[in-house]
């Protein structure tokens, strides 16, 4: 047994489709980037997606989609692990023992099943309530040490180190008296943990993009409005037609990025603009300070169609050949069970169940 737990990215995407600018700026595209530094595992999360209702023919070609997108943007499934967490059976394992360690009050307090499971409560599934303890599970059955997310999961995350941290505590004997703990700094103290606790990676001038119809609303996957979103497959003309017609308002952009406060559509559209070009924002407000959006859409618009253009084409190629997908599905769910497997055997082992070593 290693005496610490090695640094590990874990991120995850749902396949439910119309998968859009805010997941690759925000997350698919930071996957990429954190490639070159950690062991990185990347998921296509369909045991998540089927908490709300998906079509099974659309959810198959959502999963492959996603797939897709990741290899695209240029994830290397042979040097790190890109697979779908159906078929990694420890996820769903996990998920039940910190369904008993998670309380009630803590998933009461999450505001994505607040805002998912709309007014009427008694209708959603009880999967969408326990989706977040599904999240921890697919973090830690890898013990990931990073997870590269948008904003919007950021409480999602902070919940995932609850969740190590009780059952760090709640067996923190029996992780002693088998030998599986490592040693870790909680605070001021050292304890003998089992889980580490995740440090979220956000951030960056895409870390919230917001729907181009509403600047105070994230760009959304079930948003009504296709003219709220860019998708990845969408052509040169849609994505020049999406932002015409996104919502400004009727001054020049400021020069600095104080100017941006109070103007949510002009600070997303600039936040855009630094993401593709992999700049920030005070550097983008440096060439467009002054300039009309007549002048700064168009500029946005044929970045995006370069940069997304080639990521879009090559998805197409891949999807025309859904068994070479599947085939990289298959042998990452292989590589992944193997890390997942000794992983929930040690959980087992701690809980005390028999039979948990072979
Ligand atoms: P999902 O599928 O909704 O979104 C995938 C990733 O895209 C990010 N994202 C955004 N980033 C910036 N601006 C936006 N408007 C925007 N919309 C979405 C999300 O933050 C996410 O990083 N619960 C997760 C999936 C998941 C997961 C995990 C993530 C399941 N298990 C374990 C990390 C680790 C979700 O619903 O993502």
């Known amino acids: 047994m290693s005496n610490t737990i090695p640094q590990r990215v874990f991120s995850g995407v749902q396949p439910t489709g119309n998968l859009h600018l805010g997941n ?11 490639q070159d530094t950690f062991d990185c595992v990347y998921c296509v999360v369909d045991l998540h997606a089927v908490t709300t209702w998906q079509h099974p023919v659309e959810l198959t070609s959502n999963i492959r989609e996603v797939t897709a997108a990741f290899i695209a943007s240029g994830i290397d499934p042979e040097k790190h692990i890109v697979f779908n967490q159906s078929q990694v059976a420890a996820h769903a ?39 977040p303890t599904l999240m921890a599970a697919d973090i830690l059955v890898y013990r990931a040490t990073h997870v590269p997310v948008g904003e919007d999961q950021k409480q999602h995350l902070e919940l995932t180190r609850d969740i190590a941290q009780k059952f ?14 490592v040693p870790m700094q909680v605070g001021d103290e050292t304890v003998n943990g089992y889980f580490p606790l995740t440090e979220p990676v956000i951030g960056g001038p895409a870390a919230r993009v917001m729907s ?8 959304s996957k079930s948003d009504p409005s296709d003219l709220s979103r860019i998708v990845m497959t969408d052509d040169a003309d ?9 919502k400004t308002d009727p001054d020049a952009l400021p020069s600095e990025t104080e100017g941006l406060a109070d103007r949510p559509e ?40 370069e940069k997304i253009a080639p990521i879009a084409d090559e998805m197409r190629r891949l999807q025309a050949d859904p068994a ?18 000794s992983v929930i055997s040690d959980v087992k082992e701690i809980v005390g169940f028999v039979g948990a070593r072979g």
Do not use: H
């Open 212 to 219: 181009l119809r509403d600047g105070s609303k994230k760009m």
């Open 93 to 131: 394992e996990l998920a039940w023992i910190f369904n008993c360690v998670a309380r009630m009050g803590w998933l009461n307090r999450m505001t994505q099943f607040k805002e998912k499971a709309g007014k009427d409560r008694e209708k959603a599934s009880v999967g969408l309530f326990a989706y």
């Open 238 to 246: 849609a994505i020049a037609k999406k932002f015409r017609k996104a």
């Open 24 to 34: 690759y700026l925000g997350a698919i595209k930071r996957f990429v980037e954190l």
């Open 168 to 181: 760090n505590n709640d067996f923190s004997d029996r992780i002693a008296a088998t030998g599986c703990g």
């Open 266 to 305: 002009a600070d997303n559209l600039v936040g855009l603009y630094a993401a593709l070009a992999g700049t920030d924002k005070a550097s983008v407000l440096r060439d467009f300070g002054g300039a009309q959006f007549g002048t700064f859409k168009p500029a946005l618009a044929d970045l995006a169609v």
């Open 324 to 341: 070479e997908i599947d085939a990289i599905l298959k042998q990452g769910s292989q590589r992944a069970s193997a890390i997942a497997s």
